[in-house]
Each structure stands twice: as structure tokens, then as C-alpha cells.
Antibody
Framework: EVQLVESGGGLVQPGRSLRLSCTTS????????MNWVRQAPGKGLEWIGF??????????VEAASMKDRFSISRDDSKNITYLQMKSLTTDDTGIYYC???????????????WGRGTLVTVSS | SYVLTQLPSLSVAPGQTASITCDGD??????VHWYQQKTGQAPLLVVY???DRPSTIPARFSGSNSGDTATLTITGVEVGDEADYFC????????????FGGGTKLTVL
């Protein structure tokens, strides 16, 4: 059974940093691109970025509005993908989801499995 | 950047058909995916590549894509289908690559 479990969320002060983790199981993690999406309270889904599978270079593509403060990485030995966030503002408050692309090419595949998300609250 | 437009809300009675639309410039040239998100839950893929369904999704869910509009159709709507529905495409533009529509809240009266 494919499982994705996010962790690392919580209450953080503005200007601080936070690293989220997405621990996976039930599939060959190294074969899949992994994706991060967030959702502000009562709002829609906002794409953050994705990281390609290692066999396709493990390169990262991020939304232009995110790349200055957010970075994505992966550790195939642990089946984990990370989202490092810095200089957080109250606008970064929301639920952060990791998800899996269903195939090697994000342009051609959907997000077929999602974690339950982890809540990040940025407040003083 | 590429924009997907969805109506904010739609109400249907149980047993009726819900047609949830997603408008985008020449969207028919893109693969459209649809996600269902019930309150307090993670999104769930219900239709991919315009019209295919994951094996766990009931046949009541179907999709189509033509011209500037993609449509998610739910026939014989059930109370349990009440949720937000988001469309999604991949765009090779400069700013965003994964693009989501704003979502449609389906209310089953």
C-alpha cells in the first residue's frame, strides 16, 4: 500500500525557518518524482514544486514565487522528500501536502497519491 | 502563466448529474486531471488524462476535454460526493508548471 506521511509542521514565528519531511512507503521511491503543494485556510491548492527521480537527474523545479525561499530535496536511502522553508511569513500559513507523480514525466502524469498534510502556522 | 477557471460552487440534488467545468485557453491540447477533496481530507485523484479513472473510483465519475473546456461529470450524485473538486494541468510557462483551478464546491442538496 502506497503511503505518504508529512511531518515537521507546527507553530513558527515570522522570519524563521522550517523543514518538512514526507516519509513514504509501499513503492520504489527512487523511481518517482515527488511534489509539494500547499493550501491556505479556506483556499485552493497552490503548487510549490517537485523533484525529479534520481534516475532522471533528481533536479528540482519550483514555482517562480517560491524558489527564493523554498527548496526541495530527497533522500532515496530513507524514502523521504524534504521541503525546506525560510523567511516565513503569515502568508505561508496552511496545510502542506506531498504527493507522488504517477510517472517519470510530470508533464504527462497526474498526482496519484497524496499524504494527509502537515499544518504550518506562522504567527508571532 | 496559464490560468484554469472553475465556478466556485455548484448544487445538485441526489441522483442528478453534476457537470463541473474547467476553462483554459485551448485546454483540449493538455491532459487534465481532477481531484476530489472532502472537508479535512487530502485531495484524491478521481480522473486523469482527461477521462481515465483510477481503479478505485466509481464509474459514476467521468471526464471529457474539448476546445477551451474540460468537464468532470458525476452521474447519480450521492451525498458522499459533496466535496471540492480541482482540475489540474501541466503548463510549460515560465511561472508555474503544475497549475490548479480554483476549485468548485459541490453541494448535494
Amino acid at each position: 500500500e502506497v503511503q505518504l506521511v508529512e511531518s515537521g509542521g507546527g507553530l513558527v514565528q515570522p522570519g524563521r525557518s522550517l523543514r518538512l519531511s514526507c516519509t513514504t512507503s509501499g513503492f520504489t521511491f527512487s523511481d518517482y518524482p515527488m511534489n509539494w503543494v500547499r493550501q491556505a485556510p479556506g483556499k485552493g491548492l497552490e503548487w510549490i514544486g517537485f523533484i525529479r527521480s534520481t534516475s532522471y537527474g533528481g533536479t528540482v523545479v519550483e514555482a517562480a514565487s517560491m524558489k527564493d525561499r523554498f527548496s526541495i530535496s530527497r533522500d532515496d536511502s530513507k524514502n523521504i522528500t524534504y521541503l525546506q522553508m525560510k523567511s516565513l511569513t503569515t502568508d505561508d500559513t496552511g496545510i502542506y501536502y506531498c504527493s507522488r507523480f504517477s510517472g517519470y514525466d510530470p508533464a504527462a502524469y497526474s498526482l496519484d497519491f497524496w499524504g494527509r498534510g502537515t499544518l504550518v502556522t506562522v504567527s508571532s | 502563466s496559464y490560468v484554469l477557471t472553475q465556478l466556485p460552487s455548484l448544487s445538485v440534488a441526489p441522483g442528478q448529474t453534476a457537470s463541473i467545468t474547467c476553462d483554459g485557453d485551448n485546454i483540449e491540447r493538455k491532459s487534465v486531471h481532477w481531484y476530489q477533496q472532502k472537508t479535512g481530507q487530502a485531495p484524491l485523484l478521481v480522473v486523469y488524462d482527461d477521462s481515465d479513472r483510477p481503479s478505485t473510483i466509481p464509474a459514476r465519475f467521468s471526464g471529457s476535454n474539448s476546445g477551451d473546456t474540460a468537464t468532470l461529470t458525476i452521474t447519480g450524485v450521492e451525498v458522499g460526493d459533496e466535496a471540492d473538486y480541482f482540475c489540474q494541468v501541466w503548463d510549460s510557462g515560465r511561472d508555474y508548471h503544475v497549475v490548479f483551478g480554483g476549485g468548485t464546491k459541490l453541494t448535494v442538496l
